[in-house]
Structure formats: C-alpha cells, structure tokens
C-alpha cells in the first residue's frame, strides 16, 4: 500500500471515502481571508493549483474542461446572450470563457472574496488574460444580496460558479436565490449552476432540480463532464430557463466560433446532456 | 492538509503525478499468485475493492459503469454476435454482462490468473452470478496464445479487459495481438479494448488507434466514460472492426433488452463515442 509524504496535497472526501491528491513541489499561498482559506501549490504535472478551505478549486492543467462547459452550452443554447452576470468564478476563468464571445455586450462578475482574483491574477495569469476587457465589471461583493437587487428582466445569463453548497455558498443553492435570478432574467434567459457529481452526489441535483422547478422556470437540465480534481473525477452543471424549453443550440455560431476549444464542441454539447440512466431515474419527477 | 492514515488505500500515479484513496474497514485478501499480487479490501463507502499489483481493479459500488460499456456498445453495434471471446475478464463482470445478450451462443472467458476469478467468487458474488451459464467457458491460460491458435472466422467480438499496457498485460497492446484477433473474427467483427484516461494517456490511445489500423481493422473508434477509481476518474475504450464501418447500434434491441442496465442507454451509446476536441485532435491520423 503507497504512502503520501509530505510532497503531496490531499484532499479527503469524508462522506464519500474516498480522497484525491496532487504531487506538489512547493506551496506558493497560504492564506486566511475573511471568507476562506485560500491555498496554492506549483504541483509537478498539473501546474498550479488553488485549494480553498481544504477542498481543490482550479488547476492549470485541466481547468479547461470546467469553464468551457459552465458557459458555452447555455451562451451557444441562447439566442443572443447579451448580458451575463457570474456569481462567484473568481478565477476568471469562467469570465475569460464568456468574454471570448462577441455576442455578448456586458459581464458582471460578482465574487465574495477580492483574494480569489487577486490570487488569480499572480499564479493563473492565462485565466485572468481577459479581465481588462471593457465589457467586464469585477464586483467584490455578496452574489445574492447583488442578484435581489438586479433590475427585472435586466440579464440574459446567469452563471453560478460557487463553491460546493456548504459555507459561505450554501445560499447559493437556494429557492429564493433561483427565484431572484429569475426576477432579473429576461424571458428566454437560463441560470447554470455547478451541480456536484453525477455519482457521489444525486441527491443534490435532485434537490436543485427540485428548487429550480418550485421557483417558477419552465425547465430544468443536467449536463456532465469529466472533471479530474473534483470529487470521483465526473461533475454537472445544471441549467433552467425561464419561460422555455433549453433547446435550440445555436450550431452554426459554434462551427464558426472566433475562438478555439479544447474540450466543447456541437457534438460535445448534446452528448453532455445525455445522462446515464440510474440519473435519469434518480431526477424523474 | 489532509493526511491519509492506515485506514485508507492509495494508488500514486507516479507518472501523472495524482492519487486516489479510498477509506477501507479491513483488508480481507493478501495474496502473491504466480502473476501477480492481489489484494481485496472491504471499504467503507464503496463496498468490496480489489487491487492487482497495487492498481486499483474493481469496486463493487461503481464497476457496473465499467463493464457496462465494455460490452454493450459492442453487442448492440454487431448485427448478431453469437460467438463472444474475453481475454483477461478475471473478475467476470464482463462475462455476465455479455451472457444477458439472449443473441449470444457462445463466451469463453481466457482468464491468465484463476486466483483472479476465485476471489471474485467470494468477494464479488454479484458479478459472477452468471458464471455457471451453459453459455460460458472459463479457460485459465494465456490469452495471446489462446488468439494464435483460434480458428479462423469463428469469432464474432473479441473483448480485451486487461490490467494496464505494462507487465503481464503488455503484449494484448500489440499489433501482433491485434493481427491474431482479426484473422479469428468473421467480417463484421469486432475487438474493445479498455484503452486508458483520455485525459492522461492520450499518447497511448494513439499508438493503439495506430496499431489497430496497421494489423487491417477497417475502422477503429474510442468511446469515453466515468470511471472514479482508475487514474483521472475518466476512463475509455477502443473499437476495432473487419470489413466494415463502426456504425449500425440496434437501437430497437437496446430499447427492447431483456435486463436492466445502470449506465448505458441507446443515447448514451451515441454520447460515449462523441471525443472532446483535444482528444479528436491527437488521434487525428
């Protein structure tokens, strides 16, 4: 049986039994902020790496897959996305993914903890490459308290890109947080929101299905995506639209997208929502 | 940071420079046959796990994913597979999936470790719950010179189910292999090989995309899956077909199947071999 020494991050997923480490060659950040403690590591194969509160957050290698799937399905399923708004992403990187599209004429990114972009900006550079763009406004503030003050019908997507539904985050996976966002939706418009993993945890995308439905959208999927650092290596984002079915991908503006991806393509779009059959039973009315 | 203690069991990928762990309650099997070490561990969350040589092998709790799709994809694609051979397959979970295909006469299972097979009997009942089908052969024997002596065309699907290319394993990665299989399957046949993390081992889903093609298949296609206990979390498989194209599902016979499946779907068939762009490019010939 290997041992881990000291060369090594580890993150334990107690409920689950199961952890996932990382081989680090040195600690870069470790601090506490107001919100959280935030770490990052150079590791040997994955570049850096961001863990806040114990729980792994971003590395460079493999981030990719994430922002990709949190944003060009629900911009490329919109028929003209013009204003989004992020809660939470931090990162930037979720933000550089939406900017990459002309389409859209104004971002808000509304993250609680100024020291997650701050950090961003030092150790993931790439991520934060488009943050001076002047379609983006950075807020450094409460997410939920920002969305039930949007103006009505103001926003066409709404990005939720939060950390997992314990702490500071939880409200973020609420009825009346939905509801807010579906206030300051335009008809049309979609929330998406990372929803855990498809195996270790069915009963929180059951349950956000559930509230995403009680708060008044017309419908409500789940997508999926390999995602190596998060608990089992197999995440979701789950979307709701007000007032429509989540239809109607925009093919030929993802064929002449003016940008490259590494993981999301049309066929990748509609092969994420497929789901494995033991979900679909588990997320049937 | 987390620190794992005796009560968990890692596997270190030293080369991608990642770990996974799982919790165990109590180690129920060490033992060194003539092939290699096995292990078995009741775990707390996943129910009981094997490990050969130190590679995490099976887990009660999620290898219906597994073995699901490395069987399905193949059965329902060929038109009528009656004559089915596994090599490698010790803990028979691909055997019984293959024998809830009524259309299937015949599964010889060549297993090289028979310790394999009578551990899984004891610790893995459920997957060997079909073992005593008048259908099937267990052979314990070497599963390349079992392919040399096959008769030529009495083959319909070749189903490779082996530990990693290296070690006892490494000559079922070879075009050697390959060419033996192609020459005892019938036109329309097919090979599936576990094929490694599209995410780590792209170098290695390339040579064997290369090797195939080169031994005379006429058309050679990976498929992708979860899979949380092997490196990355994110797992594949390749297909390799004589004569024909890898096209034709039965989609009626997938809707229509007399036994229940957790994972694969008819529409998860089709999603599973949709390759992210990254991965389209480095098998692009």
């Known amino acids: 049986m290997s041992t881990l020494d000291a060369n090594w991050f580890t993150e334990i997923h107690a409920d689950a039994g199961s952890a996932f480490s990382l081989r680090i060659r040195k600690k870069l950040v470790d601090e506490q902020t107001p919100y959280q ?3 990052v590591f150079e590791t040997t194969d994955f570049g850096n790496f961001m863990v806040i509160d114990g729980c792994t957050m971003v590395s460079a290698r493999e981030n990719f897959i994430y922002h990709e799937m949190m944003t060009h399905p629900v911009l ?5 996305p013009k204003n989004v708004v992020i809660v939470g992403g931090g990162d930037c990187g979720t933000l550089r993914e939406v900017l ?4 859209v004429e104004s971002v808000v990114q509304v993250e609680i903890d100024e020291r997650v972009t701050r950090l961003a900006e030092q ?3 790439e991520l934060c490459e488009l943050n001076d763009d002047s379609r983006a406004t950075l807020i450094f503030g409460d997410g939920i308290q920002w969305m039930k ?4 019908e103001s926003l066409d997507v709404v990005i939720i890109d939060s950390t997992d539904p ?5 409200g973020l996976f609420s009825q009346p947080f939905y509801e807010d966002c579906l206030r300051a939706l335009r008809p049309g418009g979609m929330i998406v929101q990372q929803s855990e993993s498809p195996l270790l945890h069915p009963h929180i995308l059951r349950a956000m299905h559930s509230a995403m439905r009680s708060a008044g959208y017309a419908d409500v999927k789940t997508l999926q995506f390999p995602q190596m650092i998060y608990p089992s290596g197999w995440w979701s984002a789950t979307i709701a639209r007000k007032g429509e079915k989540i239809a109607g991908l925009r093919e030929a503006g993802v064929v002449a997208k003016p940008f490259e991806t590494r993981y999301y393509t049309a066929d990748i779009h509609r092969a994420a929502f497929v789901l494995p059959a033991f979900l679909q039973q588990a997320l049937a009315q």
């Open 37 to 39: 403690r935030i770490e």
């Open 76 to 80: 490329y399923t919109h028929a003209a």
């Open 100 to 103: 990459r599209h002309p389409e």
């Open 123 to 125: 150790y993931f550079p």
């Open 149 to 152: 003050d949007a103006a009505r």
């Open 166 to 170: 314990i702490g500071p985050a939880e």
